[in-house]
């Protein structure tokens, strides 16, 4: 239990899983006030819901492109910092976590196996956004505001890269 | 013995992520035409002054992949190689001769030749798993290139040190030249 509990914490770091989330996490704390719990809970709702048909037997989706194209817009929004709407912010957590969910279905045999695999999944997936979202909401500073932006490029112009090839090939 | 003497191929080393990450970091490293333009891209910041110095590794990264999108869908631009070289040549010039054009005109040209830049790369993006690690390591090596320039940069702040500044600009500029005449 504890094997596959850990085998689903580390199935969660792929690159096109950190590429969207930390983007996402960035946007949702840059400038943010107060925490940005409406997208927080969005994406934690959307992880849920993609584990739930994750238990209901829907087959793994290929949802690469969705958290590319999350990546690249949400890089590109905290590279030019403009704020983004809310709900907008909201909308894409949910997105982002389905898509997390439904990319990330269990190695394991046996049904207690694979529930803790999701788990683990989902709470390194949810563990991640929250970090990220307080890495950025304590970017005060001039230079650290600009680092956040330069982090933003770097995320949008590696996502629309392979975003391109994907379509392409 | 001849197979014990080979020596072990090193080329897109490592598998995996990491490995593509790895690849993808190393690749415009090796290119010495790519890294004296970053470089001089950074430095020429410096000389530009705030938010120029800021601004343009945030915004050279989003170009090079609008030019990467053309390599990648095969969208010919002529003379790529040409434009990258000539690329060290002209940002090299510029750190040399401490210019301070208007913020357009220096986003305008840095954006130019980023195109390039990305198209060259984005031709030899390669495709599977790793191309998502492989562009970060590349869009990642690239950007810290541009902060080494800044970092060097720095050293214009004493009047030796803009000696110094300036005459790596000159080096650049003469690497971009060497790539343009075939020497290099």
């Known amino acids: ?169 | 013995m001849l197979a014990l003497l080979a020596a072990p191929a090193l080329a897109h080393s490592g598998e995996g992520g990491a490995g593509g990450f790895l690849s993808g970091f190393m690749h415009p490293v090796f290119g010495l035409d790519h890294v004296v333009a970053m470089l001089a891209v950074g430095l020429w910041g410096v000389f530009l002054g705030p938010p120029a110095l800021w601004l343009l590794p945030i915004v050279f990264p989003l170009v090079m992949a609008a030019g990467g999108v053309l390599g990648i869908l095969g969208v010919p631009l002529p003379a790529v190689e040409t434009g990258i070289a000539a690329s060290a040549v002209v940002l090299g010039v510029m750190v040399a001769l401490a210019a301070r054009p208007p913020l357009w005109a220096a986003a305008v040209l840095v954006g130019a030749f980023a195109i390039f830049h990305g198209h060259a790369h984005g031709k030899e993006l390669p495709d599977g798993a790793n191309a998502v690690a492989f562009s970060a390591g590349l869009v990642i090596a690239t950007g810290l290139l541009h902060l080494t320039g800044i970092a060097f940069g720095q050293f214009a702040r004493w009047p030796a040190g803009r000696i110094a500044v300036r005459a790596a600009g000159g080096a650049i500029a003469a690497v971009g030249l060497a790539y343009l005449s075939g020497l290099a």
């Open chain 1, 1 to 169: 239990m504890i094997g596959a509990f850990v085998d689903g914490l580390t199935q969660f770091f792929l690159p096109t899983h950190l590429l969207a989330v930390v983007a996402l996490g960035l946007l949702a704390g840059q400038d943010a006030k107060r925490f940005p719990v409406a997208a927080v809970a969005a994406y934690a709702f959307g992880l849920a819901a993609g584990s739930v048909l994750i238990a209901a037997a829907v087959r793994e989706q290929n949802t690469g492109p969705v958290l590319l194209a999350v990546a690249a817009l949400a890089g590109i929004a905290v590279a030019i910092a403009r704020p983004v709407p809310r709900a907008v912010q909201a909308l894409s957590a949910c997105l982002t976590g389905g898509a997390v969910a439904l990319n990330t279905p269990p190695q394991a045999i046996t049904i207690p196996s694979a529930v803790a695999a999701q788990t683990g999944a989902a709470i390194a997936a949810f563990a991640m956004l929250t970090i990220v979202v307080m890495i950025g909401m304590r970017a005060r500073g001039a230079w650290h505001r600009i680092g956040l932006r330069v982090v933003g490029s770097w995320i949008a112009a590696s996502a629309v890269l392979v975003l391109a090839l994907r379509l392409a090939r």
